[in-house]
């Protein structure tokens, strides 16, 4: 079974064309020289507490967005909503790792609304753990790919292992849909939060 360590540092080694992977690469506008390091760090803490405060349910949305996970290395969480997340699974404190002002994103606001109203440990995660882009245009969003999502597979399989969550939460009808390979027993009972 692999650790926080070992899961990140298998993310940090994954590279696909027109993919941003926030825990390897360095976007020359908006990040600080060792941005790829503080993401990596943000998501080792976050893994670390899901274990330690023994989260029962993962938060499974579509994949990274640019204004968001791409720039925090926190699935579903932008820079506006650090705090909150280091607060989610105990008092973690994560490291902004680009420059300039925080950022929002509109999902992310979605999402910790509903969190501050659940008030219990959740991990938060994504079909597909990268940001995919547009050809030429890193700060654009498209919905991953089939093979993509097979390729990453594997991943979402041993975060699901090292976690062992009772539940598991869909977050929108496409996340929904690609959640469908997943064993009953791993799918969430009830309907998707948000579609």
Same mark, same amino acid.
């Given at each position: 079974m692999?650790? &926080?360590?070992?899961?990140? #540092? #298998?993310?940090a080694e994954m590279r696909l064309p027109n993919v941003f992977n926030p825990w390897a690469d360095r976007c020359t506008i908006h990040d600080r020289s060792d941005a790829p390091q503080r993401r990596r760090a943000n998501l080792t803490s976050m893994l670390n507490a899901a274990i330690e405060t023994r989260a029962?349910? !993962?938060w499974i949305a579509r994949d990274l967005g640019y204004r968001g996970g791409r720039r925090t290395g926190i699935p579903l969480t932008d820079e506006v909503h650090l705090d909150e997340a280091g607060r989610l699974l105990g008092d973690i404190s994560y490291t902004k790792a680009t420059t300039g002002p925080a950022v929002a994103e509109r999902t992310a606001a979605i999402v910790w609304r509903m969190l501050t109203r659940v008030n219990q440990p959740v991990m938060l995660w994504?079909?597909?753990?990268? $940001?995919?882009h547009d050809a030429n245009d890193p700060m654009s969003n498209r919905c991953h790919s089939r093979l993509e999502r097979e390729t990453t597979w594997p991943l979402l399989e041993a975060l699901i292992e090292m976690l062992?969550? *009772?539940? !598991?939460?869909? !977050?929108? *009808?496409?996340? $929904?849909? #690609?959640?469908? &390979?997943?064993?009953?027993? *791993? *799918?969430?009972k009830g309907t998707p939060l948000a579609g």
């Open positions: 692999m650790t &926080p360590k070992s899961f990140v #540092a #298998a993310l029962e349910t !993962i994504n079909v597909f753990p990268f $940001h995919p062992q969550p *009772r539940q !598991i939460v869909a !977050i929108g *009808r496409d996340a $929904h849909m #690609a959640l469908e &390979p997943l064993p009953v027993d *791993r *799918r969430a």
